[in-house]
């Protein structure tokens, strides 16, 4: 209890923050570098928007780390009054309260996810702007290892799939994909530098585009998979 608000901390003995990055931690796209360990890489749109959902609901999300050490968040809400309690009905309209995204006024189900696995940082930012300017929602990791975790839970709409990755190689992951029942009908697109498009396709990939193709020829295979208008073509 903080006040007049209550106060919720996730702590993590991991590596920590180093001290010159906490300041910029919750903007937008802000990458962790220098001296910290490949492991800290971007933070995309997490934590800004963790941040900016804190505040819609009178509260705040805070960052106390030491390098080396880990790392506690920590985020407030406020306590609800008695008036709230009996009133019977919810205070915020959440539909009319905030608009997170921008979606050219598109209904929010027609909103397309998509999960990027992709190994080089570079890469994963540029793809990542790029598809979120097009409209996708972005959710991006680099690690095979987490790939199962974050396709069973969040069902995205499409997977963007490197075979060169940290832990678990992606032909392994698709076949993991493909054999897993929630997530065996997500398309997905094998962007790497491999040449075995064969196999890519005899593994159920949707499409396959070697690398170093620009990002927007990507756009336009998603495009294709998905539609223009957000829904999927399987014609």
Known sequence: MIGEQVAIAVIDTGIGIPTEAQATIFDRFRQVNGKAPREIEGTGLGLDISKQLSQMHGGDLSLHSTFGKGSTFTFTLPIATPEQLTDGKSQIDI???FTIFE???R???EVQSILLVEDEV???ELMRRTLETSGYVVIDTHDG???MELAVGLRPHLIILDVNL?????W???QQLKAEPSTQSIPIIIYTASSDQLRAL???AASFIGKPAPPEVVLEAIQGVLGKNGVRNDS
């Open 122 to 124: 570079s890469m994963r």
């Open 166 to 170: 940290p832990h678990i190689n992606g």
């Open 103 to 105: 979606r050219d006024n």
């Open 145 to 147: 290892a987490q790939v």
């Open 172 to 174: 392994t992951l698709m």
């Open 107 to 109: 209904p929010y189900e």
């Open 95 to 97: 539909h009319e309260a």
């Open 202 to 204: 005899q593994l159920g």
